[in-house]
């Protein structure tokens, strides 16, 4: 997929069906895990979406994974946020996703449903590949020179959630231990 829209819309089918593992296992533990999911998820996804919107509007309305080129050198900030939500996306530590992923999966296994958790992992790593695209085409890819405008209330929403993905990654307990 080439296009970035459409990638987030196949990702959120796969993770509605991650959050599908805890409604199978259904155990007391199944509703703290898709609370810190859908957390971890949401924040992250608006952080992606906010960016896009950005790009989307120096591209005039293109949001193929290309624009994304060079990104690191138009806007680091953005660079930095967009980096953060692909990772929580992906499930890599230090973020909300790996830990959302993390409670989600041990929840299913304890439920003994330790299978379709391995299914799950496969298909988390052939979702790292997507999200992984976005990030080379940011950092590796060449793009165009022209400086990025960030408005003060899209940079508001990226700093909020961004430390909202790295709080739920660095102190999932937050969520946790308020149920």
Known sequence: QNNFKRMLAFSSIAHAGY?????????????????????AYSVATI??????????????????IETFNGLSKRSP??????????????????????????YLFAN???AGYTW?????VFNSAIGVFYYFRV????????????KLTIYPAYKLVLIITTIATLLLGILPGLITEMM
């Open 77 to 102: 900030f953005m660079a930095f946020t967009l980096t953060l939500a692909m990772l929580s996306l992906a499930g890599i530590p230090i973020t909300g996703g790996f830990f959302a992923k993390y």
């Open 116 to 120: 379709l958790v391995v299914v799950a």
């Open 47 to 64: 952080t992606a979406f906010a960016v896009l919107m950005m790009i989307k509007e120096a591209h005039a309305g293109n949001d193929s």
């Open 108 to 110: 299913t296994i304890s």
């Open 19 to 39: 959050m599908l593992l805890a409604i199978i296992a259904l155990k007391e533990a199944s509703f703290i895990a898709i609370l810190l999911y859908t957390a």
């Open 135 to 146: 990030l080379i085409a940011s950092y590796f890819k060449e793009g165009s020179e022209e």
